[in-house]
Structures are given as structure tokens and as C-alpha cells.
């Protein structure tokens, strides 16, 4: 799965403009910056967003605006959609196997928490779960304190996030993905296995 | 004559990988090639992208042997052919915006 026409598209556009003075001077300035390999890990940490769009689930043309915002940051990610579409005659298995390579699953459901396949298998897969960012959405403090109680939302997560609108949950996400990267990061997760080496002392990390 | 490519016929899985992940964002033969990747992808040939940015072919093939380590780029058997993944396309883009964009400007 290498689509990424986001950062493909950037940098396209800027590569014809390179030239070796430009990344001499630029070599320079990353050798001497301290936040400079963990700048380069964001690149590691693969992205993807599963949601339902359908009824009162987040709109589609929400989370591909999500999901240039999280390219933005500087990390790859892709949708679900993207996946089926780019492995269209592949068995379900195999779509499943490529979508659990991703390092982070951002699994947007709103109202409908069982409605699509990938949700099933989030909750299926110990592997899956432990790395799935479950988001969904409440509108006042009662009912979600309710929710609660009467366990009216999926338990099966490690991490569920209530949100109150598409304002909120956007903000929620962005801060989930980075709060994850710097977090694995300083603790030297193994998809920054090759990172670790110009780690050194944790303490004197700019994140 | 069967036409599936064979493991031995790419030269670069016989050789060893070393540098580490900054180091080939540190090093300018390897930013070249990775910046040329970027705005070719997918599927080129090693040839073709030692012609393009005028480093010699054993330089370009030992750099991609240590960008295929890393994840950063991939080999399509069929279609012979080195491309850089999303995993590339994300880090190259984080070097230039971090330390690059500045210096275009």
C-alpha cells in the first residue's frame, strides 16, 4: 500500500527547485537541530482512519479533511476506503492483514459502533485493539456519565475517547496521534527501532 | 521460458545494509536520489535514476539496498522497478519542511 499523494503531490512540486547547495546548507541545519530524529520518526508511524459514514456516523468529507490534516503533521496515513478500493479483488483476509500493518487505528464511529467490518475486527483482534484510538460521540455530560454506568459504549477499547461534534473530534485526533508519537517515541517503541540509536538520554529529548 | 523474476537476478539483495535512518537523510547522494524518487514514483529503474541525478550506478544501488532496509523505499518484482513508500514519501516530506523549505526561500 504506497499511496500517499499528499506528500507525494508536495513534494514534487518542490524537488525540480533542489539543488546540492540548498541541501548542503540543509544537511547542516538538521545535523546541529536536537528534535531532528524525531522529526524524521513521524515518517514511521503509519496512519489509518476507519470510519462509518453511514446514517449518523462522521460524514466522508469529514475524514478525508482528517486525514490531510494528520499528513500535514508529517504523518503517512490513509482511509479504509482506500484500501478496499486499491485491493478491490483481493479476499477480505488479505485487505485486513495490509489494514492491521498500521501502526495507529483511528476508528471513527459516531452513533453506530457495530455497523462496519473493521469495527468488528478492532474488537476481534487483541493486536488490533491495542492499538486502536475509538472515538465516540456523546452530547451532554448526563448522558455520557449514563453511558457509563449502564456500559452503554464499546468496553472492548484500550483507548475510548468520547467527542461532543466534528470540531471537537477533529481536535481529539490530532492530539491523540501526536500525543501517541511523542509518547512511543520516548519510550522507544520498536516501530522507532532504527531511531534509538541517536536517541541518548531520554532527559535531554525536545519533546 | 518462464518470465517470473528470480531473487538472484536483483543485485541488490546480495548486498549488506548499514547507515541508519538519519544517516540517509544526512547524506546528500541519498537526499538526490530520494528527492528523485519523489517526484518520478513509482517503478525506476537504477539506471535510469543514476543517469538523472549523475551519481554513478554502485552508489545509487548501495544507497537504495539502505533505503529498502529502512522501509523507505520498495522493489516491484514485476515491473523492475524502486519506489518510494508511504513510509519515505512522510519522512522525506518532514526533512523538507523542517530544514529545507527555509533555505528555498
Request: with cysteine; aromatic share 12%; proline share 3%.
Amino acid at each position: 500500500m504506497d499511496s500517499l499523494d499528499f506528500h507525494k503531490e508536495f513534494l514534487s512540486k518542490r524537488a525540480k527547485k533542489i539543488t546540492k547547495e540548498i541541501l548542503e546548507k540543509s544537511s547542516e541545519k538538521a545535523k546541529q537541530d536536537k528534535s531532528f530524529s524525531e522529526k524524521l520518526a513521524r515518517g514511521k508511524l503509519k496512519i489509518i482512519i476507519l470510519a462509518d459514514n453511514k446514517e449518523e456516523g462522521v460524514p466522508g468529507e469529514f475524514t478525508i479533511n482528517l486525514r490531510g490534516k494528520i499528513q500535514e503533521l508529517g504523518f503517512p496515513c490513509a482511509l479504509g476506503s482506500e484500501y478496499y478500493n486499491q485491493m478491490e479483488d483481493c479476499f477480505d483476509e488479505d485487505i485486513e492483514t495490509e489494514i492491521g500493518l498500521n501502526n495507529v487505528i483511528i476508528l471513527l464511529n459516531g452513533r453506530n459502533p457495530v455497523l462496519v467490518g473493521e469495527s468488528k475486527m478492532t474488537r476481534l483482534i487483541e493486536n488490533w485493539k491495542n492499538k486502536t484510538l475509538f472515538f465516540f460521540q456523546y452530547e451532554t455530560e448526563e448522558e455520557l456519565k449514563a453511558r457509563a454506568v449502564n456500559k452503554e459504549f464499546p468496553i472492548d477499547f484500550k483507548y475510548p475517547i468520547p467527542y461532543t461534534n466534528l470540531a471537537d473530534l477533529e481536535a481529539k485526533t490530532l492530539f491523540g496521534v501526536l500525543h501517541w508519537h511523542y509518547y512511543k517515541y520516548r519510550h522507544r517503541d520498536k516501530i522507532y527501532v532504527e531511531c534509538k540509536e541517536n536517541i541518548g538520554n531520554k532527559d535531554e529529548q525536545q519533546i | 521460458m518462464n518470465n517470473k523474476f528470480k531473487y538472484s537476478e536483483n543485485p541488490i539483495n546480495n548486498m549488506a545494509s548499514n547507515g541508519t535512518f538519519e544517516e540517509l537523510f544526512l547524506n546528500l547522494d541519498s537526499l538526490q536520489i530520494m528527492y528523485f524518487l519523489a517526484e518520478k514514483n513509482p517503478n525506476l529503474a537504477i539506471n535510469f535514476i543514476a543517469k538523472n541525478t549523475r551519481i554513478n550506478e554502485e552508489t545509487v544501488t548501495s544507497l537504495i539496498t539502505q533505503m529498502i532496509a529502512k522501509q523507505l523505499v520498495t522493489y516491484n518484482e514485476e515491473k523492475k522497478g524502486y519506489t518510494l513508500t508511504r513510509v519515505g514519501l512522510a519522512s522525506l516530506y518532514n526533512f523538507h519542511k523542517g530544514y529545507v523549505e527555509n533555505e528555498q526561500n
